[in-house]
């Protein structure tokens, strides 16, 4: 009898099959009854709620949970979630949930917001959240690269769809960066493989590259790429530029989508790729510092043009777009440090960021009409709805301040907190009061849009009614104001749940 060659546990694979699976489930149930609209909703949400529902089992026990697994002297695991790795798969499938929410297949709002019918949006959203998923866990490199393109190429569709004005060009640039992206990481996989010899990001093999004179510049070449490709996916800048292009006249959902499901896939493939040089950077290494001063002119650049253009934009889905590009900026700026805490800091502020960003974003998805694009929205919208609205208000007054690092948002405050002090420890001055003065600003573009929010409605437009708020948008609305209001009060919450 032939013995296994590969170890498989499909619980473990649980949180990266149901969406799967789901995606699959949702295009046959269209085929055979395609008048069944409804039903796709509901089958996206049993299988995101699998997959989440599939998720504790990685953390049962002190290790990480594991599979794919060779067998033999020289075993080694293709598939790997820790506590870092399930924080971003939660958000994973927690914010492509939210998303399905706001968009409401089967209700008037999809219907007007996106072609194609919606088990075409729903297998999208589902199929770019397994890759999503995926990432953060793969531990060699062709199953890490094709995750990336798998939670990015579904997303590009998305924004085709939508019928916003000037989507297909939207979608376009879109397209365009994805494939210079992935051409970079695709060149950065093969110098990477040359280098060490290795298909995996191991530590031992990538610390014999450093050593070895003959493949040294080209391992500092290959990390060279992946970091431009992935700094793509992140909106670092300077690979910025598609942010506000395809978030104006995408959905507003679609939007969200973007903006924090993309990027905990890109953030997870940062930490997975980065992690031996964080080993190396732990043993007090000095080669990683080359690296670490790349990833903290990014941070500080990233940051400071993003909260600059943001305060001067009047579309609010352009404004998310530049503080998504600002946002990445504090992602990046704990992770530069390469060390354990880092990582953990990293994708606590992502994940706090992600809470008070699709808070926003809902709220938009309910103020502006569907039939809205680039250049035809305005903050001018917002003007009085405290008023007309106060629940709503609430809603976008909680997750702005949590944006803005401000009381009565807590855990704002303590994302921020979190995300110093990995660099106060490393004593990177340069990089603390850079984020001090980007913290200032970033309070006034978040403020300008408050105070439109409470001042009376005498703008033009102002007056009309505010809202369409379709059954799965209140249902959005109302857990994530929950969350919010939850993790303000506990922040640990958070911030344990990763470390």
């Known amino acids: 009898m032939t013995p296994n060659l590969v170890t498989i546990d499909w619980l473990v694979l649980a949180p990266v099959l149901a969406p799967a699976l789901g995606a699959l489930v949702v295009l046959l149930a269209d085929a055979l009854a395609p008048r069944a609209r409804g039903a796709h909703l509901v089958i996206a949400l049993m299988a995101l709620g699998a997959g989440l529902g599939a998720l504790p089992y990685a953390v049962t026990t002190a290790t990480p949970a594991r599979t794919l697994c060779l067998t033999g002297p020289q075993a080694r695991c293709f598939y790997e979630s820790g506590p870092w790795g399930l924080g971003l798969q939660a958000l994973a499938l927690g914010g492509a949930l939210l998303v399905l929410l706001m968009l409401g297949p089967g209700t008037r709002h999809l219907d007007r917001a996106q072609r194609g019918g919606p088990a075409v949006t729903v297998a999208l959203v589902l199929t770019a959240t397994a890759g999503a998923v995926m990432v953060p866990a793969a531990r060699d490199l062709p199953a890490w690269l094709v995750a990336i393109e798998l939670a990015t190429l579904p997303a590009v569709a998305l924004v085709a769809l939508s019928r916003g004005r000037g989507a297909e060009g939207g979608a376009l640039a879109l397209l365009m960066v ?44 290959a990390i060279l790429f992946l970091l ?44 997975v790729m980065l992690a031996p040089l964080i080993a190396l950077n732990a043993a007090d290494d000095p080669r990683a510092q080359s690296i670490r001063l790349v990833l ?46 880092a990582v953990s800091a990293s994708v606590a502020y992502l994940l706090a960021y992600a809470v008070g960003t699709l808070a926003v974003f809902a709220v938009a998805a309910a103020v502006h009409s569907a039939s809205e694009g680039a250049g035809e929205r305005s903050l001018t919208a917002y003007a009085g709805l405290a008023r007309r609205s106060p629940l709503l208000a609430l809603v976008l007054g909680l997750g702005l301040l949590t944006l803005a690092g401000l009381p009565p948002a807590v855990i704002g405050v303590v994302a921020k907190v979190v ?16 984020a001090v003065v980007n913290i200032v600003v970033g309070i006034a573009v978040y403020l300008r849009w408050l105070l439109v929010v409470i001042r009376p409605g005498e703008a033009a437009g102002a007056t009309r009614v505010p809202v369409r708020l379709d059954p799965g948008l209140r249902v959005a609305l109302a857990l994530l104001a929950s969350a919010l209001l939850v993790l303000s009060l506990a922040p640990g919450l958070l911030i344990g749940f990763v470390r």
């Open 419 to 434: 995300a110093l002090q990995p660099v106060v420890a490393a004593g990177q001055w340069w990089l603390v009061a850079a």
């Open 228 to 271: 431009a490709g992935l700094g793509f996916k992140l909106s670092a800048v300077p690979f910025h530029m598609w942010t506000p292009q395809a978030f104006v006249v995408a959905d507003e959902p679609v939007a969200a989508f973007l903006a924090t499901v993309s990027k905990a896939a890109a953030l997870g493939a940062a930490i």
């Open 296 to 341: 903290g002119v990014l941070a500080v650049a990233s940051m400071t043009l993003g909260n600059v253009v943001a305060l001067r934009a009047d579309d609010p889905v352009r404004l998310l777009a530049w503080s998504t590009i600002a946002q990445a900026g504090w992602v990046l700026l704990p992770l530069a440090m390469l060390t354990p805490t």
């Open 178 to 221: 994805a494939l210079t992206s992935f051409a970079f990481l695709a060149v950065g996989v093969s110098l990477w493989l040359l280098a060490t010899g290795d298909a995996t990001f191991a530590t031992d093999t990538l610390r014999t590259a450093f050593d070895d004179p003959a493949r040294h510049r080209a391992l500092l070449l």
